[in-house]
């Protein structure tokens, strides 16, 4: 499998991905997703180039972001002193679960923010996704704290406030063939 940047071409397979992946949740019990992602915001993320796909042959796989920006009102002035990269939109097509897809792309994007110069690899997940929460601790990330309704930090309630965190490390064992341009310092702000 490989990882490469988003383009705009994919814009309509990720919202696929939102809807599939809203519907899987919902049937197990989750309100995580259900609200449509804005398509324009979703293609801005796109052209900032922190964006990712999985292809597995002709097929797209799972697609994660992965940013130097963190999530407003989440994260504490004195943690955003230190340089990070944040994990979003994390999704794995139901062809491909049950791989561990998900954690190998961690893995990769422990290794990618830690060749960009950060020293956290930082989330948030959806408060009320417990087993989502195990996921994380399962694949090495720290609970910080979670921010919850009229607790976040810069205003504004919260549905996405479990905070995790794990140190940048190179991990090749991911085996996922990059073939997204290599990150540099000043790419990742730092």
Sequence with gaps: MIIEL?????????LAFREEAAAWLAELGSDQWRRPYPADRLLATIEAG????????ETTAAT????????GGLWLSEELAEPSMFVNKLTVARTHAGRDLG??????????????????????AWTTNEELQ?????HGFEHVR?????????????????????LARINKSH????????????????
């Design 50 to 57: 922190t964006v990712f796909m999985v292809r597995d042959g």
């Design 134 to 138: 195990r996921y994380y601790l399962r």
């Design 146 to 166: 979670t921010v919850t309704e009229g607790g976040a930090v810069n205003g504004g309630p919260r549905v996405s406030g479990w905070l995790g965190q794990r």
């Design 175 to 190: 085996g996922l063939t990059d073939r997204a341009s290599n990150p540099l310092p000043d790419q990742a702000g730092f």
């Design 6 to 14: 988003a383009t705009s071409d994919d814009l309509a397979q990720l």
């Design 64 to 71: 994660i972001t992965l940013t130097p920006e963190a999530e």
């Design 103 to 124: 954690g190998r792309m961690l893995d990769w994007a422990g290794d990618r923010a830690y060749r960009s110069g950060a020293s956290w690899l930082r989330l948030d």
